[in-house]
């Protein structure tokens, strides 16, 4: 059988789903190759690519790309055209305004995955930096709404536990979740994540509805 290949969000928001609505919410990643599904995953590209080039003290080109999405957007007829360049100009705003400032030192993406019997996790953060020194992880939430409760600690499980296995010297709280809209900040615990029994009892499940659908 060919792995299953999911994200950590899917598995994330599929374990955090009600029993109802675990089967809707995983069908959006089973086409991971499909137009709809690579159209999510390049939304941001532009907000993303601007908040690196600021941690890299490059806030001219950050200033210009804020403009051109607005000059962009008055000129766009399509509907949905236009809100991806209002909400790539939102997402900057967002996180400029409260983690703007962090002294982030951005470096080199990483490709991480978790691997359970036959199920692939992709485990890739958003931002690879380093803060006074230690190494941190970030997955960034650049959406208008904040991630379903449940799914951070699912999703940084996951990152940790990717992180780890590739040897990487991270620490358990070195691992966040940014959600710019409502500028909420989530790390992992400082004393440690639970032992894999939970994450893994969370993809045996995903894989069984994965292969009863």
């Keep these: 059988m060919a792995p299953v290949k999911i994200s950590m969000r899917g598995l994330a928001e599929v374990a955090s789903a009600k029993p109802s609505q675990k089967h809707s919410k995983l069908k959006k990643y089973q086409f991971p190759d499909s137009e709809e599904s690579k159209g999510r995953s390049n939304y941001y590209v532009k907000a993303l690519s601007a908040i690196k080039r600021h941690h890299r003290g490059q806030s001219d080109f950050v200033d210009s790309v804020l403009k051109g999405l607005m ?20 997402a900057i705003a967002d996180y400029l305004k409260t983690f703007g400032s962090r002294p982030l030192v951005i470096k080199p993406g990483k490709s991480l995955y978790y691997v359970y019997k036959d199920l692939l996790v992709s485990a890739h953060p958003d931002l690879v930096a380093e803060e006074n020194g230690a190494l941190v992880l970030i997955k960034l939430n650049l959406g208008k709404d904040d991630f379903a409760g449940g799914v951070n600690s699912t999703l940084l499980h996951v990152l940790y536990e990717a992180a780890i296995k590739q040897g990487l010297p991270i620490k358990p709280n070195g691992v966040e979740c940014l959600q710019t ?20 009892a969370a993809c045996q499940e995903l894989l069984n509805i994965w292969l009863a659908a």
């Excluded at 000129?75 to 055209?81: F, L, M, Y």
């Excluded at 809209?181 to 939970?198: H, L, V």
Aim: no cysteine; aromatic share 2%; charged share 30%.
């Design 71 to 90: 000059i962009a957007a008055k000129s766009e007829s399509d509907p949905r055209k236009k809100a991806k360049l209002l909400n790539n100009h939102r």
């Design 181 to 200: 809209s409502s500028g909420s900040r989530t790390t992992g615990p400082k004393q440690g994540f639970p032992d894999r029994k939970a994450l893994n």
